[in-house]
Nanobody, 114 residues
Framework: QVQLVESGGGLVQPGGSLRLSCAASRSIFNIHVMGWYRQAPGKQRELIARVANGGSTNYTDSVKGRFTISRDNAKNMVYLQMNSLNPEDTAVYYC????????WGQGTQVTVSS
Protein backbone atom coordinates (compact mmCIF):
# COMPACT_ATOMS: atom_id res chain seq x y z
CA GLN A 1 0.00 0.00 0.00
CA VAL A 2 1.43 3.34 -1.01
CA GLN A 3 2.04 5.90 1.70
CA LEU A 4 1.43 9.58 1.13
CA VAL A 5 3.17 12.28 3.14
CA GLU A 6 1.98 15.85 2.76
CA SER A 7 4.02 18.83 3.88
CA GLY A 8 4.40 22.56 3.43
CA GLY A 9 1.39 23.85 5.32
CA GLY A 10 1.42 26.55 7.94
CA LEU A 11 0.02 29.86 9.07
CA VAL A 12 -0.11 32.55 6.40
CA GLN A 13 -1.70 35.97 6.14
CA PRO A 14 -4.48 36.65 3.64
CA GLY A 15 -2.99 37.27 0.23
CA GLY A 16 0.01 35.10 0.98
CA SER A 17 1.33 31.98 -0.72
CA LEU A 18 2.28 28.45 0.21
CA ARG A 19 3.61 25.50 -1.72
CA LEU A 20 2.44 22.08 -0.61
CA SER A 21 4.32 18.89 -1.39
CA CYS A 22 3.18 15.29 -1.40
CA ALA A 23 5.68 12.45 -1.36
CA ALA A 24 4.51 8.99 -2.41
CA SER A 25 6.33 5.91 -1.15
CA ARG A 26 6.27 4.27 -4.55
CA SER A 27 6.13 5.24 -8.18
CA ILE A 28 3.18 7.31 -9.33
CA PHE A 29 4.14 6.87 -12.97
CA ASN A 30 1.24 4.51 -13.62
CA ILE A 31 -1.29 6.53 -11.67
CA HIS A 32 -3.21 8.40 -14.32
CA VAL A 33 -4.65 11.14 -12.14
CA MET A 34 -3.37 12.57 -8.87
CA GLY A 35 -5.28 15.11 -6.85
CA TRP A 36 -5.20 17.50 -3.96
CA TYR A 37 -8.11 17.48 -1.56
CA ARG A 38 -8.96 19.58 1.46
CA GLN A 39 -11.20 19.34 4.47
CA ALA A 40 -12.26 22.49 6.23
CA PRO A 41 -13.59 22.41 9.81
CA GLY A 42 -17.10 21.00 9.88
CA LYS A 43 -17.10 20.22 6.16
CA GLN A 44 -16.59 17.17 4.00
CA ARG A 45 -13.32 16.54 2.23
CA GLU A 46 -13.40 17.85 -1.32
CA LEU A 47 -11.28 17.48 -4.41
CA ILE A 48 -9.84 20.87 -5.36
CA ALA A 49 -7.28 20.11 -8.06
CA ARG A 50 -6.19 17.19 -10.19
CA VAL A 51 -3.43 16.52 -12.68
CA ALA A 52 -3.23 13.76 -15.26
CA ASN A 53 -0.10 12.08 -16.50
CA GLY A 54 -0.31 14.03 -19.73
CA GLY A 55 -0.22 17.27 -17.76
CA SER A 56 -3.85 18.31 -18.07
CA THR A 57 -5.25 19.91 -14.95
CA ASN A 58 -8.65 20.69 -13.47
CA TYR A 59 -9.61 22.91 -10.54
CA THR A 60 -12.67 23.53 -8.51
CA ASP A 61 -14.03 27.02 -9.10
CA SER A 62 -13.04 28.35 -5.68
CA VAL A 63 -9.30 27.87 -6.36
CA LYS A 64 -9.18 28.35 -10.13
CA GLY A 65 -6.66 31.00 -11.10
CA ARG A 66 -5.00 30.95 -7.66
CA PHE A 67 -3.76 27.38 -7.23
CA THR A 68 -1.53 25.34 -9.53
CA ILE A 69 -1.12 21.58 -9.28
CA SER A 70 1.86 19.76 -10.75
CA ARG A 71 3.54 16.38 -10.55
CA ASP A 72 7.04 15.01 -10.91
CA ASN A 73 6.78 11.30 -11.66
CA ALA A 74 10.55 10.85 -11.49
CA LYS A 75 10.51 11.98 -7.86
CA ASN A 76 7.11 10.49 -6.96
CA MET A 77 5.97 13.97 -5.95
CA VAL A 78 2.85 16.05 -6.37
CA TYR A 79 2.78 19.77 -5.63
CA LEU A 80 0.22 22.47 -5.03
CA GLN A 81 1.24 26.10 -5.41
CA MET A 82 -1.29 28.27 -3.61
CA ASN A 83 -1.39 32.02 -4.18
CA SER A 84 -3.73 34.79 -3.04
CA LEU A 85 -4.81 32.73 -0.07
CA ASN A 86 -7.89 33.78 1.85
CA PRO A 87 -9.42 32.60 5.15
CA GLU A 88 -11.81 30.30 3.27
CA ASP A 89 -8.77 28.26 2.22
CA THR A 90 -8.14 27.23 5.83
CA ALA A 91 -8.27 23.44 5.90
CA VAL A 92 -6.26 20.26 6.15
CA TYR A 93 -4.87 19.45 2.72
CA TYR A 94 -4.34 15.92 1.42
CA CYS A 95 -3.07 14.37 -1.78
CA UNK A 96 -4.38 11.12 -3.24
CA UNK A 97 -5.20 9.47 -6.47
CA UNK A 98 -8.39 10.36 -8.26
CA UNK A 99 -10.64 8.58 -7.60
CA UNK A 100 -9.15 8.35 -4.11
CA UNK A 101 -7.80 5.09 -2.80
CA UNK A 102 -9.84 4.95 0.38
CA UNK A 103 -6.91 5.66 2.69
CA TRP A 104 -5.25 8.95 3.49
CA GLY A 105 -2.05 10.45 4.75
CA GLN A 106 -1.93 12.73 7.76
CA GLY A 107 -2.48 15.82 5.68
CA THR A 108 -0.96 19.25 6.20
CA GLN A 109 -2.74 22.08 7.97
CA VAL A 110 -3.12 25.40 6.17
CA THR A 111 -4.38 28.32 8.23
CA VAL A 112 -5.02 31.67 6.60
CA SER A 113 -5.46 34.39 9.17
CA SER A 114 -4.28 37.86 9.99
Amino acid sequence: QVQLVESGGGLVQPGGSLRLSCAASRSIFNIHVMGWYRQAPGKQRELIARVANGGSTNYTDSVKGRFTISRDNAKNMVYLQMNSLNPEDTAVYYCNGHPDWGFWGQGTQVTVSS
